[in-house]
């Protein structure tokens, strides 16, 4: 019985896929795996127990990666999963920036008790005339789920789009090599990046001044992306025309031309539960078969269903590691390395000598299932 801990509420589309063999437990002392979306689990103690964690979303900035991976915790999360519900809210919030509807809003509202609201409109609606996206430029830093998805979302709108990616190079969308050409042409800029040393504070003083006057930027990824300070006098300034976020903080919410979002990016029912159904998917994927599939400190491994009557798998740090253990357990192993971390899948036809795997330089792991 693999028993199972929540640290959050996760969407019952995905726990009820767990099956019979599946136990749930409230403490995470006692359990095989966990299910994660928010809760932080940096002071928690990670019993020897744990086999893995799924993260329901995509980032993954609330576990303790290096740890997990010292130990053999394989750490799964959901990419891909709340694209269209994150692609959905950067429409809405290039909508929101352009036709000024915030203030409109807000008007109608501050006018509320005044009997001829209705024809005060008429007067007023001048004051939040805005502009149509169609026929705008749209640059997208980042092409992965998110981006891609926004690019031919964007384009069915009548957006010309140009994309930006030094790891992808996408035929279904205009790309380009150069960052700044995203910075000078773009009417609209949204980023949808990972938070690495090379993308922190990449929106700041210096690449804003490359960019037209009154570009309207749009950060749903991460907040530390965005120097809060330089967009400050942006906006003040009237560089930036609009900022738009999904983080809430005093810092967001002091700019006048902010429109800031609490974190909704995956905040739908749909989003919830994709991610659900995903890292469960990957949990029973690991625990029935041994294999790795989208996971953020371990490389992906794949040999499919179990067929044979016992499969290891094994983890090591050493880049000779995979040639040993083949000396040891036959040709019938898959194996490979993500950073200083690796794994290997091996299928026998009966019950190994454990300790002679364990043995092999660099292996620190190795589960029978």
Request: proline content about 3%; aromatic content about 4%.
């Amino acid at each position: 019985m693999t028993r199972v801990c929540c640290l959050n509420n996760i969407s019952s589309k995905g726990t009820m896929l767990l099956g019979d063999q599946y136990e749930m437990v409230e403490n995470l002392a006692d359990a095989d795996a966990v299910l994660v979306r928010s809760a932080s689990m940096h002071e928690m103690e990670m019993p020897d127990s744990l086999l893995a964690i799924a993260r329901a979303g995509a980032g993954v900035n609330n576990i303790p990666l290096e740890k997990c991976a010292d130990q053999g915790i394989v750490v799964f999360n959901a990419p891909g999963a709340n694209a269209n519900a994150v692609k959905e809210l950067v429409l809405a919030g290039m909508l929101l920036a352009s036709r000024n509807i915030i203030e409109g809003v807000q008007w109608g509202h501050d006018n509320r008790n005044n009997p001829d609201v209705a024809k005060a409109a008429e007067k007023e609606k001048k004051k939040f005339a805005g502009h149509e996206i169609s026929g705008k430029t749209l640059g997208i830093i980042g092409l992965g789920a998110i981006g891609h998805k926004l690019a031919h979302a964007a384009a069915a709108l009548g957006m010309d789009v140009i994309g930006y990616d030094p790891f992808l190079n996408l035929e279904d969308v205009k790309m380009t090599k150069c960052i700044d050409d995203i910075y000078e042409q773009s009417d609209f800029i949204t980023l949808h990046v990972p938070l690495l040393p090379d993308t922190r504070e990449m929106i700041n003083a210096e690449s804003m001044a490359k960019m037209k006057d009154g570009v309207i930027v749009l950060n749903y990824a991460r907040d530390l992306l965005v120097n809060e300070a330089d967009m400050a006098k942006a906006l003040e300034s009237g560089k930036v025309g609009r900022y738009l976020c999904d983080f809430d903080n005093p810092n967001t919410l002091a700019m006048d031309r902010c429109i800031a979002t609490p974190h909704l990016g995956a905040s739908t029912e749909e989003a919830e539960e994709n991610c659900a159904v995903m890292a469960v998917e990957e949990i029973r994927n690991y625990v029935e078969n041994g294999n790795i599939i989208n996971s953020v400190t371990f490389p992906r491994v794949d040999k499919g269903v179990k067929e044979k009557a016992v499969r290891l798998g094994i983890f090591f740090k050493d880049t000779d590691a995979m040639e040993e253990i083949r000396k040891v357990l036959g040709e019938d192993v898959v194996g490979s390395m993500r950073g200083a971390y690796g794994y290997a899948i091996a299928d026998l036809e009966e019950a190994a000598d454990l300790a002679q795997v364990e043995a092999i330089a660099g292996v620190y792991k190795v589960r029978t299932i």
